[in-house]
Nanobody, 115 residues
Framework: QVQLVESGGGLVQPGGSLKLSCAAS???????MGWYRQAPGKERELVAR???????NYADSVKGRFTISKDNDKNTVYLQMIGLKPEDTAVYYC??????????WGQGTQVTVSA
């Protein structure tokens, strides 16, 4: 059974930084890994995504501030966030899309950007 465990969320002041981690356990053939977020009253949106081959894409709102990376040996994906803004406040969810088209989700980690 595949499980995703996230860590790294928290409270940070505007302009600050956080790094999220998500480790996948279990037998899985990863096609892509990504981070989504959902703010109160809004739909879940893609933040960043990285394919098994290393191709990345980002939401326009985070380009230049967020960096997604991965460690294939550890089945772990990271999201380095700098220059955080209050509008980045949301629950961040890790996502893994496997080679059979199945999506797996983490439990979510809260990121709050506030003075």
């Amino acid at each position: 059974q595949v499980q995703l465990v996230e860590s790294g969320g928290g409270l940070v002041q505007p302009g600050g930084s956080l790094k999220l981690s998500c480790a996948a356990s279990g037998s899985i053939f990863i096609n892509a890994m990504g981070w989504y977020r959902q703010a109160p009253g809004k739909e879940r949106e893609l933040v960043a995504r990285i394919t098994h081959g290393g191709i990345t894409n980002y939401a326009d709102s985070v380009k230049g501030r967020f960096t997604i990376s991965k460690d294939n040996d550890k089945n772990t994906v990271y999201l380095q966030m700098i220059g955080l803004k209050p509008e980045d406040t949301a629950v961040y969810y890790c996502n893994i899309y496997d080679d059979w088209g199945t999506n797996y989700w983490g439990q979510g980690t809260q990121v709050t950007v506030s003075a």
